[in-house]
């Protein structure tokens, strides 16, 4: 049986994308049952019917700082399509520390640094401003604190000497599309486990090969 999962936007849906697509897949153990929205005008939102995948638009401007407020029409939303698995795709709305809970380790969200390093906003722009000469894309489960949750699967880029923000996003965004479905794969397939502050995969182990950045000639 496939898990169902509900994907939150809040603008284009590069990741939603992703995710729908890697969906189509027989073998895949999960299926969007539904895309979310708390911004009416969310690109993502035709992009995902167009696919053929259900939608709904939960306007989180109306509630202002009532955040449970919120989560009370948007807890509804997810009952009526039997959501059992969310991941967030450009979800620009902060969740109480209930809402998270209720979700511990079936909830996801994927953010565009190596993390624990340069969480919240702008983290391109962190990362050159460091000098890092690696970085990447992170998919972790949820958890009350920001981009702080156990780390389920990361993905690395080279940065270059003469990388803007925009350029080193884009590298980044290919590697995201390419983790965040199997992270999801992962998750509905139950093969993580989470022990405390850490998730372990059964059966998971890397590449076994390291990526170096700059290559010493």
């Known amino acids: 049986m496939k898990r ?14 992703a995710l729908i697509e890697a969906a189509k897949a027989g073998d895949f153990p999960a299926e969007i049952a539904v895309v979310i929205s708390n911004r009416a005008d969310a690109a993502g939102l035709d992009r995902a019917r167009a696919n053929g995948v259900a939608t709904e638009i939960v306007e989180s401007k109306p509630f202002g700082k009532d955040r449970a407020a919120f ?19 450009g979800f620009m709305r902060l969740f109480t520390a209930e809402f998270v809970q209720r979700w511990h380790g079936r909830m996801l969200n994927i953010h565009p640094s190596l993390l624990p390093s340069f ?6 722009g962190q990362a050159l ?4 000469k690696i970085s990447g894309a992170t998919v972790h489960f949820v958890i009350p604190e920001t981009d702080a949750g156990p780390i389920v ?15 080193l996003s884009q590298r980044i965004l ?8 199997e992270a999801l794969r992962l998750l509905a397939s ?11 995969i059964a059966g998971g182990a890397g590449s076994g090969e390291p990526l170096i950045s700059p290559l010493a000639r």
Request: net charge negative; charged share 30%; aromatic share 2%.
């Open 153 to 167: 699967m990361q993905g690395a880029v080279p940065v270059h000497d003469d990388d803007t923000a925009e350029a």
């Open 190 to 200: 139950g093969r993580l486990r989470l022990e405390g502050d850490l998730c372990k």
């Open 4 to 17: 169902r999962v509900a994907i939150l936007i809040s603008g284009r849906g590069s990741n939603m994308a």
């Open 119 to 124: 969480p919240g906003l702008d983290p391109h």
């Open 71 to 89: 989560e009370k029409v948007l807890e509804e939303s997810l009952a009526r399509h039997r959501a059992e698995l969310i991941c967030l795709g």
């Open 174 to 181: 290919s590697v995201e599309h390419r983790i965040y479905p």
């Open 129 to 132: 401003k460091a000098g890092v």
